[in-house]
């Protein structure tokens, strides 16, 4: 299974904005509960995008900067990044199927 | 061109709050072939509450997505099936005595159908309010208050939701104003007295939300006095909106007894006006809006369900001592 690896606010740059793929962002707390629920979507995602997208989790309470610099005020929010540049945004829990379609839609 | 075949099960339930899990925890130890319908998180409005302090057995409180994911794990012990999938509509009665239940994962055909799926937090309907969710408009303070630490927030409301949340935001706000159409709050008296004794707390009385105003992001909020007319402006970071309820019955309409809030009405059995078909939790009339209730419901339904299909469809109940059947007992 291809575990969404952990980056920071120290690794976000080389790990996520200079990805030579496309790269999904999940920003999560421990204490957030439909955090909690997306996480094995996206680990089932992860899966099946596996080649094609990067996916990664960020912990808010821990890099506050990275949240602040793209204006995150809601968890769960996955972010899709192509190039450093964000071009999907997703804010709160999702259905897989609808996660699927909107992470289409942004690559 | 010919749809699947409806898949079969004894009891559909849909709504994985406190009451269809416990309805499917004792629809499953009856021996009835159980699946439950989720559109979104297990624990349904518990999944985003910090702290329930009000479910007995648990003296220091426990946290509410642990306590909905408890519930799923003891029912899937005994057998519950549990999907991930939106209920789009439902056909009483559409092969005899069975109802259809559709969804977006395909169509199911059952004996018996317990509607748990509760209610959804009501929405301002303010100017600024869709733009900005997610972006300083929120209905969950659990998942969001951390982003405004040192901020001031908002929220809109005076029920228990609104005096819990409105707590929780004061862990990471500077100040909460808790914004109310009332004189008085409608929170339980030991949620009223911490609000009241918390001093990042200040009551904004007799007061509505006029609309949400930002760019990008909450920056302020028209507000007006309702007694005096008096309007006025409020810069917060954040809004929180905790403004009553609406049960998610719209796909009921027409096809079973409701008030007109949109709850079913039900017997003390949990027995709506269609045969078979019981509703339970927040959905009914008259519920107290209680985890605890939710779960007593979602037990009375599924037990009933279980002698409703033993009774029209053969076979003996699974569900147990059934207290007309001991009470007429020689």
């Given at each position: 299974m291809a575990k969404p690896s952990e980056v920071t606010d120290a690794t976000f740059d080389a790990d996520v904005l200079k990805a030579p793929e496309p790269v999904l962002v999940d920003f999560w707390a421990p204490w957030c509960g439909p955090c909690r629920m997306v996480a094995p979507i996206v680990e089932e995602l992860a899966d099946e995008y596996a080649g094609r997208v990067r996916f990664v989790k960020l912990n808010t309470d821990e890099n506050p900067s990275t949240a602040a610099r793209y204006g995150i005020r809601s968890i769960p929010t996955l972010l899709v990044f192509k190039s450093g540049e964000p071009v999907?945004?997703?804010?709160?829990?999702?259905?897989?199927?609808?996660?699927?379609?909107?992470?289409?839609?942004?690559? | 061109m010919t749809a699947a075949a409806p898949k079969e099960y004894d009891i559909v339930i849909v709504g994985a709050g406190p009451a269809g899990l416990t309805a499917g925890l004792y629809a499953a130890r009856a021996r009835r072939k159980t699946i439950l319908f989720e559109r979104k998180v297990t624990g349904g409005q518990i999944a985003t509450t910090s702290d329930v302090e009000n479910y007995p057995g648990f003296p220091d409180g426990i946290n509410g997505f642990d306590l909905g994911q408890a519930m799923q794990r003891q029912a899937e012990k005994f057998g519950l099936e549990m999907a991930y999938a939106d209920v789009t509509d439902v056909v009483f009665n559409a092969e005899g005595k069975r109802h259809l239940v559709k969804t977006s994962e395909g169509d199911y055909l059952a004996k018996a159908v317990i509607l748990t799926g509760g209610a959804d937090y009501n929405k301002l309907g303010v100017q600024g309010e869709e733009e900005l969710t997610g972006f300083g408009v929120s209905y969950c303070a659990t998942c969001d208050a951390a982003f405004f630490k040192d901020q001031e927030v908002a929220v809109v409301g005076g029920g228990d939701a609104a005096m819990d949340e409105g707590l929780f935001t004061t862990r990471y706000a500077s100040k909460a104003y808790v914004i109310h159409r009332r004189d008085q709050l409608r929170a339980s008296k030991i949620l009223q007295e911490r609000a009241f004794a918390n001093p990042k707390m200040e009551f904004v009385w007799n007061t509505v939300v006029e609309a949400i105003e930002g760019e990008g992001k909450v920056e302020r909020l028209r507000l007006?006095?309702?007694?005096?007319?008096?309007?006025?402006?409020?810069?917060?970071?954040?809004?929180?909106?905790?403004?009553?309820l609406t049960p998610n019955s719209q796909y009921l309409q027409g096809k079973l007894k409701l008030d007109n809030g949109g709850h079913a009405y039900v017997n003390l059995w949990m027995e709506t006006d269609v045969p078979g078909v019981f509703a339970a939790g927040d959905l009914r009339v008259d519920s107290a809006r209680?985890?605890?209730?939710?779960?007593?419901?979602?037990?009375?339904?599924?037990?009933?369900?279980?002698?409703y299909i033993s009774s029209e469809f053969g076979g003996e109940p699974g569900a147990g001592v059934w207290v007309e059947e001991a009470a007429t007992a020689e």
């Open positions: 999907g945004q997703i804010i709160g829990f999702r259905p897989k199927n609808d996660l699927k379609k909107r992470l289409d839609a942004a690559l | 007006r006095n309702v007694k005096t007319g008096e309007t006025s402006v409020l810069p917060v970071s954040a809004i929180f909106i905790f403004i009553g209680q985890v605890v209730a939710a779960a007593g419901d979602g037990a009375t339904a599924a037990i009933r369900a279980d002698h």
